[in-house]
């Protein structure tokens, strides 16, 4: 009888360890975008309104150029260099066939005008600037600029985490975590960490996604090679704990109950 007894014992107490490992999430906690009516108006932040990418260093870029008069735009474009040689390959700053990689100093090597600063400009206002250059020798050019290694980063609670290409250069934090399969059930959405680097300085933002004021958050545009990570909670936390001592500790319980057994025996 008594063995009966310290089994059931057993039994209750790793069903108590277990249900105080288990947190009984709330909506509070899981719904998104909170404290909003359905006639309410989201106003974005000033900066979301007409949000671009900036330039930084190591972006790679695709310049097209043309203009009515196809003959003067050649000796601007890639595969037609001064000497007649074409580029096949880029090294840091370098112009390569497909595009450009911004340098370390923020700068690309372009064909005749030589190394123009793009680093902290957006796509607008490199294209009015390549479009001034290029005015001295072409009427009229016609410019368009892509960012084509625009990536992000998503890591931690989620069902696909990785690092996913961006082809049109603009993406919300709430599309990102869309394409990343969403949270888990068990992903703290309270406290989502978005890492950007900031001219060299890696800067840290935290969101709460279940508030509509994600909204206005100067990270709800993602910037390229922004990194978002979602911390599990703290009932995930526990249960890899305990999933690593878990046979530990079964192993010692059970020890403990037939030293018992053959005891009272």
Known sequence: MKTHFYIKLFILSTFFVQLTLTSCASKKKIN???NSSANDTIIKAENNQTYTPVFKADDFLSIEITAADLESVKPFLLDVLPGGGQATAYNNGIAAKSGYLIDAFGNIDFPLLGK???AGLNRIEATELIKKRLSEYINNPIVNIRIQNFKIT???DVRNPGSFNIPNERITLPEAIGIAGDLNI????KNILVIRDN???KTEYRID???KEVFTSPVYYLSQNDVVYVEPNRAKRNSSLVSTTAGVFISVTSLILTTVNLLTK
């Not at 068990?186 to 959405?189: A, D, E, M």
């Open 32 to 34: 998104y975008f909170q």
């Open 116 to 118: 123009i600063h793009f």
């Open 154 to 156: 998503i890591l931690g």
């Open 186 to 189: 068990t992903g703290v959405r």
């Open 199 to 201: 001219n060299g300085v």
């Open 209 to 211: 996604l279940t508030s």
